[in-house]
């Protein structure tokens, strides 16, 4: 009995994170810091970001190779 109630916590406990973590607590004013301060801090530390320039990859660039599958048979 006390072993069930034991798990019963901790799987509770493991679900209350989950949604904390993810944010989905924040209606109760339960939000992690990672999510207040999302990106914005990280635009104000930029330096000198209109220099970055998106350029589409140029047509006769090489495809990267594709990876080998791996064997079926159980390495020796």
């Not at 072993?3 to 019963?8: G, T």
């Not at 990106?39 to 090489?62: G, H, K, S």
């Amino acid at each position: 009995m006390v072993l069930r109630l034991f798990v019963l916590v901790l799987v509770l406990a493991n679900a209350g994170y989950f949604l904390w973590a993810r944010g989905d607590l924040a209606g109760f004013g339960w939000v992690p810091a990672s999510l207040r301060e999302r990106e914005p801090q990280r635009l104000n530390t930029q330096i000198r970001p209109e220099l970055l320039q998106v350029r589409p990859a140029p047509a006769d660039a090489p495809a990267a190779p594709a990876p080998e599958p791996a064997s079926s048979s159980p390495a020796r």
